[in-house]
């Protein structure tokens, strides 16, 4: 299967997942589940919750292994520049990423893609990968479309 029939497939899945049964922390972590296993260069996939307030991001349902990065201030690491940014921040080799929070030495890049309710920025998808340079314009427009999915839940 290509990237794009790939997408395509797990789009339809995301939506079922959403429109199903279930409560949100399941059904965000079934989608963090099965973007990480279908996805050959996603290692780590999680959603960060936004406390606007605070300022900070707390993390909610991943799949992958433990972070230490429970808690991250906005402006902190990738995810907190994505914060700020609000728009899709993408880092093809975090060793050139100063303002970086490693999780793992394994993980050599990372997406993040913020989700918005009614306007508002509520979360993050957070996706790591252990290749170098693995995110396209394709990954890109597939997280968005699954962020745009997953806004209904969060
Ligand atoms: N690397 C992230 C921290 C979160 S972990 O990837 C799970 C960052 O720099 O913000």
């Known amino acids: 299967m290509n990237k794009k029939e790939l997408f395509k497939n797990l789009l339809e899945k ?7 049964k279930g409560g949100r922390e ?28 605070r300022k ?10 433990e972070t230490e990065h429970m808690r991250i201030k906005f402006g902190q690491g990738i995810c907190g520049q994505a914060a700020e940014k609000l728009s899709t921040f993408i880092v093809q080799d975090v060793s050139k990423e100063t303002n970086y929070l490693a999780c793992s030495p394994f993980v050599k890049s ?7 309710k009614d306007g508002n920025f509520v979360a ?17 427009d597939f997280l968005e479309k699954v962020c745009e999915i997953i806004s209904e839940v969060v």
Request: aromatic content about 10%; hydrophobic content about 40%.
């Open 14 to 20: 995301i939506k079922s997942i959403v429109e199903g």
């Open 26 to 53: 399941e059904k965000l972590q079934r989608i963090c589940q099965i973007l990480k296993e279908k996805v050959p260069h996603y290692d780590w996939v999680g959603i960060y919750f936004a406390d606007a307030e």
């Open 56 to 65: 900070e991001l707390l993390l909610g349902p991943f799949a992958g292994e």
């Open 110 to 116: 990372e997406i993040v893609v913020p989700i918005f």
């Open 124 to 140: 993050e998808l957070d996706i790591d990968s252990h290749k170098l340079s693995p995110f396209s314009e394709e990954d890109k």
